[in-house]
């Protein structure tokens, strides 16, 4: 009887232990099959991360925006650089907005467009033709002449507009601005001496 007592003491005593570390060995492989779907998933998420930084990386370099707004399409900047936002904002007489919307009447009535053709309809932004309108404006102030003086309705150009129109070409082709060969405020009549030597043949 006392053998038999022993005898399933030791057994319940066996089936205890087997049980006890039996369990670490299973929490432990459960642990392990975790933490490898957990660096698979890891692996498989840094690999869009990876292959997104390798194209940046091979990606070529944007150039620098252009200043104030380049402009696209038809409406491309003289090949030189200058601060036009800065150089049209002489234009202006008043910081009023009032004042400055009633000054810029002067483009709607010589080129017969409306405030959108550089506008956006929320007068939050611009189209592309705000850099040549930033130049033209310039451009007056410096050489003391107006919108009309060279428009002449929506397509239009005067007599001054269509010289000028060409001129406009040779600044791009020579790099140069418009006081190189033009005495500033002298409503484009009065010549430098770059400006006679070129009337004249010169290079």
Request: glycine fraction near 6%; aromatic fraction near 8%.
């Amino acid at each position: 009887m006392k053998s038999l007592q022993i005898g399933l003491l030791f057994l319940w005593g066996a089936l205890f232990c087997a049980g006890t570390y039996a369990q670490p060995v299973q929490k432990s492989a459960s642990h392990k099959e975790s933490t490898k779907k957990r660096d698979q998933t890891i692996k498989s998420d840094s690999e869009p991360k990876q292959a997104t930084d390798a194209a940046k990386q091979s990606a070529p370099q944007s150039a620098s925006p252009q200043p104030y707004g380049h402009a696209t399409g038809a409406s491309k900047a003289a090949p030189v650089d200058a601060d036009w936002h800065g150089r049209a904002e002489k234009w202006f007489t008043s910081t009023d907005k009032k004042e400055r919307r009633k000054a810029m009447r002067q483009f709607t009535r010589a080129l017969r467009k409306p405030c959108r053709f550089c506008h956006t309809t929320d007068f939050k932004g611009y189209t592309d033709r705000l850099l040549i309108s930033q130049q033209m404006m310039a451009l007056t102030v410096e050489h003391g002449v107006e919108c009309k003086d060279c428009h002449a309705g929506k397509d239009g150009f005067t007599k001054m507009g269509q010289i000028s129109k060409k001129m406009w070409q040779l600044v791009h082709k020579k790099k140069v601005f418009c006081d190189n060969c033009h005495v500033p405020k002298t409503r484009f009549q009065t010549l430098t001496s770059e400006g006679k030597l070129f009337k004249d043949g010169g290079p």
